[in-house]
């Protein structure tokens, strides 16, 4: 008896294991060629690493190649049914939002009662070691310029991003401007209390895709699909239902060779001593929609929606580490500070990127930091730093969780369940139901 159900148990998530055993068995025979084969950084050879994450480096790109079709095919035609989801989408928007805001704020209120940045022994010692450094006042003030204008050009490139000015460049570029200042030859100048340096606005470019502006796009046609009549868009939804089908297909393929591409990652990533994560949008979908019966039409509206604009980890995550690091600091603060950096933890965690570990750790901290009146806390952030590796996972988790989470309340609360789906992908709700039976009785 016992052994049918451990073997039920493990054809039922056979994908599941085998992805876990990979993981184990590639940290662990890292973690040998690290400390045994390479122990010392010089040793490593670039050729010998370069050739071993090539599986895992594959693994990643297809990942990448796939998802941007994955959020059009799934936020497209998620606008079809007859069920509007217009309230679906707005109801997606106020979750997304509450969510990253009380996540923020949880944060924020463990941080500040636990108080781990509180005033000890070792904490006095650190602190007495960072005031006894030799800061540069003028290297200061610069620094200061620059965090002070960094802040507002994060959110303005995070709208500007959500409004592409082409439809080909979101898919493998986007765009953003940067402030940079022109100095004085004369350094003294600097230190003049009513010194504001010049600055000029630059445009630059960084070739990865684009995702809110992809988002935008695609509900934007969707949302053009669903209002226009049938016999009119009836060729590209169609199209748009093949393509979304062969797209699931190919990620289903994915997800069978995952712990081969699991394996040959982690083994080189921490071979080679770096830091990355994998995109978990296509096995969220899976299992959501496979194992929690999750409606695709939720799914496909959700799911990526949240994986663009959803991250309630580094919500959290941030603000933790800001506060941490005034509480080392002896910074004080009060209930306006925290409320500002509340607000900003909300817009700034819609522009962080899909795939964590996107090398934009450092300057988020600084800005967080920043918004708290904190001048030079990079000493105290490399120590954070240190165990950055676990909480890039953990950050990951909890958007992951938050985002089936939302899923799930949206279908309390829509009443749309898998069996009231039709052939044709079109959701029918309990009111629609009831005028089915209804009109069937009448005839």
């Excluded at 159900?5 to 876990?20: A, D, P």
């Excluded at 600097?190 to 992809?214: A, H, R």
């Excluded at 949240?306 to 509480?327: C, D, E, K, L, W």
């Excluded at 964590?356 to 490399?382: C, K, M, R, W, Y």
Aim: hydrophobic letters at 45%; glycine letters at 4%; one cysteine or more.
């Amino acid at each position: 008896m016992f052994g049918t159900k451990l073997r039920e148990l493990i054809r039922t998530n056979k994908h599941s294991l085998t992805t876990i055993i990979a993981i184990i068995f590639g940290l662990s025979l890292g973690f040998v060629f690290r400390n045994h084969v390479w122990p010392d950084e010089h040793s490593i050879d670039k050729q010998k690493i370069r050739y071993l994450e090539l599986p895992g480096l594959i693994f990643l790109r297809s990942f990448q190649l796939l998802l941007a079709p994955v959020l059009i095919t799934s936020l497209t035609t998620s606008q079809e049914p007859k069920y509007d989801l217009q309230k679906v989408t707005a109801m997606s928007f106020l979750f997304f939002i509450s969510f990253s805001i009380f996540t923020a704020i949880l944060g924020i209120t463990a941080v500040s009662i636990l108080e781990p940045g509180s005033s000890t022994i070792e904490t006095e010692s650190l602190l007495e070691t960072l005031n006894n450094t030799n800061y540069d006042p003028i290297k200061q003030k610069q620094e200061k310029f620059r965090k002070s204008h960094y802040q507002m050009d994060s959110v303005y490139n995070i709208i500007l991003n959500i409004f592409p000015d082409n439809p080909l460049t979101p898919f493998f570029m986007k765009s953003y401007e940067q402030t940079e200042f022109i100095w004085p030859q004369n350094f003294s100048e600097i230190n003049d209390p009513n010194f504001v340096p010049k600055n000029k606005i630059k445009t630059l470019y960084s070739f990865d895709p684009n995702m809110l502006g992809i988002c935008v796009l695609s509900i934007s046609l969707g949302f053009i699909l669903s209002k226009l009549p049938s016999y009119k868009t009836e060729n590209i939804r169609a199209l748009l239902n093949e393509l979304d089908v062969v797209v699931k297909c190919l990620l289903d393929i994915m997800i069978r060779i995952m712990p081969i591409g699991m394996f040959c990652w982690m083994f080189t990533e921490i071979a080679a001593a770096s830091c990355s994560s994998a995109l978990a949008l296509p096995v969220t979908m899976e299992c959501m929609e496979n194992h929690l019966k999750l409606p695709k039409i939720i799914s496909k509206m959700v799911l990526p929606l949240g994986m663009t604009i959803h991250m309630n980890g580094s919500s959290m995550y941030y603000p933790m580490v800001a506060v941490f690091i005034s509480q080392v600091k002896q910074v004080p603060q009060n209930f306006l500070t925290l409320s500002i950096l509340c607000v900003f933890s909300l817009v700034m965690s819609m522009g962080f990127p899909g795939v964590p570990a996107g090398g934009t750790t450092l300057v988020s901290h600084l800005a967080f930091a920043s918004v708290l009146g904190i001048d030079n806390p990079q000493e105290i952030i490399i120590l954070v730093l240190t165990f950055d590796w676990i909480f890039e996972r953990l950050r990951t988790i909890t958007n992951v969780m938050g985002d089936c989470f939302v899923a799930k309340c949206l279908e309390k609360l829509t009443a749309i369940k898998p069996s009231k789906i039709t052939s044709n992908n079109m959701a029918i709700t309990d009111e629609d139901m009831a005028l089915n039976n209804f009109e069937k009785q009448l005839g």
